[in-house]
Structures are given as structure tokens and as C-alpha cells.
């Protein structure tokens, strides 16, 4: 039995449970409320042992409630200890060392060795949050675990535009402002370790080169583009003003959202964030790859940028984590 | 060319800002890529981080993904 069939088994009895309980209190509530009101009737037509058995009863209602609450705290923590063992597991295969905390006087000396090791420390502290966070897709968590994890940092200290190269099959990228990336810390980090994932798990070909991926980007974009422009009444080019508007009152959550729109529009829908319109015109392709990444960034990153990517793409975000399961 | 709206301008300023001589890591502002952009690329021209330009373009290497 699979964790993932534990958990949900889990959830569903824990739902029951909780769901049965509710039902017994109300059902001891109104038959507490009865025999409130027919304790008079009990005691003048002489037939006090009914009531006597009613209360009995009542109690022993009570009783089983609080046993059923017992019962399913006890689930609750049990599936609860059974999450940390599966996302252990989950660190355990990402190979993410534990963090060592060395005070001797070499680092006290050296402020930049220092520096350095609380980096590492910050990265090795976000990546196994991730993991362990409930929000994020399990698919995601556990394709960055066997392969993402895996992805050859050459530099982490590198000052130009963040990046993954598929010929030497590394990424570059500045850790230190990754870490206080406006759109969540690593957000550059977990978009280049989407690039390798999209180039690295099949053999032979891309996930993105999916045919039905790239289709359900354009088809989410003009949907969108469409449905903005019923909303308001207006032209196509009046839509697109709306959606810069509506992505620049949550710029950094739409950031990745942002790039795909701008590049399927031009640039017409972007909001701040975006590669140039130069970069998408060296490769018609590209919109899939970045999309693909941007999606993973996403899924891996803050709350509610996912949600936004699901906001503009429906249909495409739900055939990426179809083609992240192939990673697997 | 799309018109630039002079709030988003100051927005995508603030970012440079933020990020003192880099541009943002990973994805470029759109709405920096004018007279503005070129000023800043000039700024940190001067300020020796001349290899910014080549990122900006892009570089050399056409299948580098960014």
C-alpha cells in the first residue's frame, strides 16, 4: 500500500468519522431535548424506569462521541506522522544533506566563508519546506526529489540572468538574490530546475514538445483574451489593457502567468514580469519550454502563484502535471 | 510598440532598483526595454558590469534557456 493511498484512505475515514460524530450530537441533542420535555410525563404516569433508561442511554451516547473524537484525533496525528515519514523519505531521496552548524573559529574569522554557509543553510531550509509542504502537488514534490535535484548548479553566485544551458546540462543562478526573489525565495532556482526536468526526463524529446501542452497554451490565452473581453463589453485591445491591469495589482503572483501571456500576445497582456520579445522570436518554440518552467516554479513556489498560473491556463496547467507525471 | 504606461514604468523601476546593478534574475521587464533600459545598461556599463548587455541579448548561444 502506497503512502499516497494512506493518505487519502486517511482523509476519508478521519471525514467520516468526524461527519458521524457531528450527526450523533445533534441526534443525543434532540433526544436530550425530549426527554427534558417528558421527564414530567415520565414521573406522573409512573413510568420513571423509562426515563431513569433514557438518561442512561443519553450518557452513553455521550460516551461513544467523545470516544469517536478520541478515535479520530488519534487517526489525525497518526496520518500526520505517517506525512513526515513519506516527505523524510521524499528529502531523503533529493539527497538534501542536513543542515551542520559549524561555530569554529575559521568561519567566525572569515566573515564570507560564513556567509556562504548560511546561504547554503537558507537553500537546504527552503528546498526541504517545499518538500514538506501540503499546498504543493505530490507529482512535483517527487519528480524535484528523483530528478530535480539532481540538476548541476555551475554557479550559484552568477551575476547575469539566471539560466539553464541543455548542451552542458547545468544551471546558473545567483543564490543570494534568489533567496529574496520578489515572486518567492527561489523562484529563479526552481524555474532553471524546470527547464532540466522538461529536457532531461524523457528520452529522445521534451516533455514540452507535447503537441496538446503547446495547443492548450494558445487555446487557454485566446479563451482568456475572449472571456475579458465579454466581461467588459470591449475590443480585443481593451481586453488586453484589462489584463495588464488585473496582473499588475498582483504583480509577483502573476509573474509567471505574466511571461506566457506576453509571450502569446506580443506582449500586449504582460504584466511587469517577462523575457524580452526578442528572446521569443529567436524560437517560436521557446513559449513552450518557458511555460513548462514557469509552471514548475509555480507549483513548487509561494502560495497562490499556482493558482494563478490555473487562473490563465486551465487546461494547459492540467496537462503539465499530466506530462510532470512522465518524469517519474 | 506597445505604449507604456508611465505607472508601470515606475513599478518596473523600483525592481531595478531593488536589485541594485542586476536586472532582475531570470526574466526581463518588457517595459524597461526603451530609453530607460538603455540608460541603465549604460549605468552599469559604467559601473565596469559590462557583461550585462551580452545577457541582455542574450548571449552567444542561441539554445541557452533563460
Given at each position: 500500500m502506497s503512502n499516497r493511498f494512506s493518505f487519502s484512505t486517511a482523509d476519508e475515514v478521519i471525514t467520516l468519522l468526524v461527519s458521524a460524530n457531528e450527526h450523533l450530537r445533534e441526534q443525543n441533542q434532540q433526544l436530550s431535548f425530549l426527554s427534558c420535555q417528558m421527564a414530567g410525563a415520565f414521573r406522573d404516569s409512573g413510568y420513571e424506569p423509562l426515563g431513569t433508561s433514557m438518561a442512561s442511554a443519553l450518557l452513553n451516547c455521550e460516551e461513544i462521541s467523545k470516544q469517536i473524537g478520541l478515535i479520530t484525533a488519534a487517526l489525525g496525528r497518526y496520518r500526520e506522522e505517517l506525512y513526515r515519514l513519506y516527505t523524510d523519505g521524499l528529502i531523503q531521496k533529493a539527497g538534501l544533506p542536513e543542515p551542520t552548524y559549524d561555530n569554529s573559529p575559521r568561519f567566525g574569522q572569515n566573515g564570507e566563508a560564513l556567509e556562504q554557509q548560511n546561504r547554503q543553510l537558507a537553500f537546504l531550509s527552503e528546498v526541504k519546506h517545499r518538500l514538506r509542504e501540503?499546498?504543493?502537488p505530490t507529482t512535483a514534490r517527487e519528480v524535484y526529489a528523483s530528478l530535480?535535484?539532481?540538476?548541476?548548479?555551475?554557479?550559484?553566485?552568477?551575476?547575469?540572468t539566471a539560466h539553464y544551458h541543455p548542451k552542458k546540462q547545468y544551471i546558473k543562478f545567483h543564490l543570494e538574490s534568489d533567496l529574496q526573489?520578489?515572486?518567492?525565495?527561489l523562484s529563479s532556482y526552481f524555474h532553471e530546475v524546470g527547464h532540466m526536468i522538461d529536457f532531461q526526463a524523457r528520452d529522445g524529446g521534451r516533455?514540452?514538445?507535447d503537441a496538446s501542452f503547446g495547443e492548450a497554451l494558445r487555446a487557454d490565452c485566446r479563451n482568456y483574451i475572449a472571456s475579458v473581453q465579454k466581461r467588459y463589453a470591449c475590443s480585443e485591445d481593451g481586453a488586453c489593457f484589462h489584463i495588464r491591469q488585473e496582473m499588475m495589482r498582483c504583480v509577483n503572483l502573476y509573474a509567471d502567468a505574466s511571461d506566457i501571456m506576453g509571450a502569446l500576445t506580443g506582449g500586449a497582456?504582460?504584466?511587469?514580469?517577462g523575457h524580452s520579445q526578442e528572446y521569443w522570436q529567436k524560437d517560436p518554440d521557446r513559449f513552450r519550454r518557458e511555460a513548462f518552467a514557469c509552471f514548475f516554479s509555480a507549483v513548487m513556489g509561494i502560495q497562490g502563484r499556482a493558482e494563478a498560473v490555473q487562473h490563465f491556463f486551465p487546461t494547459a496547467y492540467r496537462r503539465f502535471l499530466e506530462l510532470l507525471k512522465e518524469a517519474l | 510598440m506597445i505604449q507604456i504606461d508611465e505607472q508601470l514604468l515606475a513599478s518596473a523601476e523600483d525592481y531595478f532598483q531593488a536589485f541594485g546593478h542586476m536586472?532582475?534574475?531570470?526574466?526581463?521587464?518588457?517595459?524597461?526595454?526603451?530609453e530607460t533600459l538603455c540608460a541603465q545598461i549604460a549605468d552599469c556599463i559604467a559601473r565596469g558590469k559590462d557583461d550585462l548587455t551580452e545577457q541582455y541579448c542574450g548571449g552567444d548561444d542561441e539554445d541557452i534557456l533563460y
Open positions: 501540503k499546498d504543493i530535480g535535484s539532481k540538476c548541476t548548479v555551475a554557479s550559484n553566485a552568477y551575476t547575469g526573489h520578489p515572486c518567492g525565495p516533455l514540452s514538445s497582456c504582460q504584466g511587469i514580469w | 536586472l532582475p534574475l531570470r526574466m526581463l521587464p518588457l517595459h524597461l526595454s526603451n
